[in-house]
């Protein structure tokens, strides 16, 4: 098994190392290779998505990914920034089904910004479409400018679009994600989130998830507005089982979902093809702000390790030592800064990472 690993820019490396090293103590044959991505590589190679990283990632069964961005380029050409590097991997790939699961541990509810009984027991899905939308639309990003550069532009656009069959393969994706969550206890609910009262795009996407869900009877159906959706997240977000969104609306939604767990330090993510091959990375960024402090918390990615072994790599087992590790720290009180609170001790990320390994029993 082929894993490539692309550890970015600002905490991802420092996160993915703690991630590589647990999936080194678990005595599977994986076999890694490692890559620069973002901001990284353009400073190596001028381009932020290489044709070597690309083709390691084509090549490989899975993809380790930490995070890419820092603010220094933002003066870049958009094609050049970090942050094309992981939209040309989800669209090269076709990675078009992103899952992003917020589950708040027993353990954590207090870190959580929202009361105690609010998140406790929370365990929400958000399937996200990744290759779509607005940021895919054509054309996209161009400015119009009358010389060429930002400075000057004096109007901006993106457009926004689905098609049919985009909207049909990540609604089944959802209805099944649900159905089989049903089978372990969830209550088989799915949300399409959309903005069907003003755009067309979405009104596409209501109709045509209303119609695959005809297929999946055994699922309940409802559809909200994602200003509707957002504050039902946070008034009453164990009402949420699965939850199936556009591109931006998934973004967006996912971020504010991450809090209700504590953090956004903790939130895993898989981002699959329809071959079943994935790039697994943490729902955070690259957050430049504490970069090279060894304060990050790695556990979003060494959660998104173990839903490598579970999606990619056929290992349930693997995946299930990661995560009952994972629980184990968080029992012993081993807190990163951002999940820290009274009566609990102070880790850094490799502290952490070290204390997951030795969990791994
Ligand atoms: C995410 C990130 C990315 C996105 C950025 C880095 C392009 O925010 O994975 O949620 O907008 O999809
Ligand atoms: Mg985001």
Not at 38 to 47: I, L, M, Q, S, T
Not at 231 to 239: E, S, Y
Not at 241 to 265: E, P, R
Request: charged share 25%; hydrophobic share 45%; glycine share 10%.
């Amino acid at each position: 098994m082929k894993i490539a690993i692309l550890p970015g820019d600002g905490i991802g490396t420092e996160i993915v190392a703690e991630a590589v090293k647990v999936l080194k103590a678990l005595d599977l044959s994986l076999e890694t290779e490692t890559a620069l991505v973002g901001g990284a590589a353009y400073d190596a190679y001028g381009h932020p998505l290489p044709a070597a990283t690309l083709k390691l990632a084509q090549d490989a069964d899975a993809i380790l990914f930490g995070a890419v961005g820092d603010w220094k380029y933002d003066t870049l050409d958009r094609p050049l920034r970090p942050e094309q590097a992981i939209l040309g991997l989800r669209k090269n790939l076709g990675l078009f089904a992103n899952f992003r699961p917020a589950i708040c541990y027993p353990q954590l509810v207090d870190a959580s910004s929202l009361k105690r009984e609010r998140v406790s027991g929370l365990d929400i899905l958000i399937i996200r479409e990744l290759t779509g939308d607005i940021y895919f639309g054509q054309p996209r990003g161009r400015r119009i400018a009358t010389d060429g550069h930002f400075p000057g532009a004096e109007e901006a656009f993106d457009t926004m679009r689905y098609s049919r069959p985009e909207i049909e393969r990540i609604a089944h994706v959802a209805f099944q994600a649900a159905r089989k969550r049903k089978a372990s206890g969830g209550a088989g609910r799915v949300t399409s989130v959309d903005k069907a009262n003003v755009l067309e795009t979405f009104q596409l996407w209501k109709d045509v998830v209303t119609e695959i869900g005809l297929q999946y009877p055994d699922v309940a159906l409802d559809h909200m507005y994602v200003d509707n959706a957002a504050m039902q997240l946070v008034r009453a977000p164990k009402k949420f089982d699965v939850v199936v969104t556009g591109n931006m609306f998934g973004d967006i939604l996912s971020d504010a979902a991450a809090m209700l767990t504590g953090s956004i330090g903790m939130l895993p993510s898989a981002s699959l093809n329809d071959k079943g091959q994935g790039l697994y990375e943490p729902s955070h960024g690259s957050a430049p702000d504490i970069a090279g402090k060894g304060v990050a918390n790695p556990l979003a990615t060494i959660l998104s390790a173990a839903m490598m072994l579970r999606f990619s790599l056929n290992q349930p087992e693997a995946a299930a030592r990661i995560e009952q590790a994972v629980d184990k720290v968080l029992s012993q009180g081993l807190r990163t800064p951002d999940i820290y609170s009274e009566g609990t001790t102070r880790v850094g990320t490799v502290e952490m990472g070290d204390a997951v390994l030795k969990a791994l029993g």
